[in-house]
């Protein structure tokens, strides 16, 4: 044994710098968070659909009808028959679309759809017009047809 007294242990090394996307942002502040919205509502894609086929189906009656009118072929019930669905898909978009908007409007924002909603409640009161005129002026033609023209 020595005189000498002991040296004590050299420190550890320090540890490796810590990389910078491990460092903790204490320093960012996020701000007021926007609510983030809920779950969509089925009934307003249902309104968009039975609306929008409702206008198709009056369309195309439309287009039957005038060339069954303009060539004189015996199609004039076409509109009717396409008339008549068309204003059943037409108010069925519509209540639904009504529906949807104010489920949304009830549930304070956390529900989306409320734009699907209001334009399934347009195309489906527009169906229901153009199928509603369709289906008049499919009768009154057919009924033109049938018992000739009326007495003046």
């Given at each position: 044994m020595s005189a000498e007294p002991e ?146």
């Amino acid at each position: 044994m020595s005189a000498e007294p002991e040296k004590p242990a050299p420190p550890p090394p320090p540890p490796p710098p810590v990389p910078p996307h491990q460092i903790a942002p204490y320093y960012q502040y996020a701000g007021p968070q926007a609510p983030q919205p809920g779950p969509a509502d089925g009934r307003a894609l249902a309104a968009l659909l039975t609306g929008s086929i409702g206008l198709i189906l009056a369309l195309t009656a439309i287009l039957f009808g005038a060339t069954a009118y303009l060539f004189g072929i015996d199609y004039l019930l076409l509109g009717l028959l396409l008339g008549v669905p068309a204003m059943v898909l037409g108010s069925l978009g519509y209540f639904l679309g009504r529906s949807s908007r104010e489920r949304s409007k009830e549930s304070q924002a956390t529900m989306v759809g409320r734009g699907t909603a209001s334009t399934g409640l347009a195309i489906g009161v527009a169906a229901t017009a153009i199928g509603a005129t369709v289906t008049v002026v499919a009768i009154v033609l057919y009924l033109v047809a049938v018992f000739g023209e009326p007495p003046v």
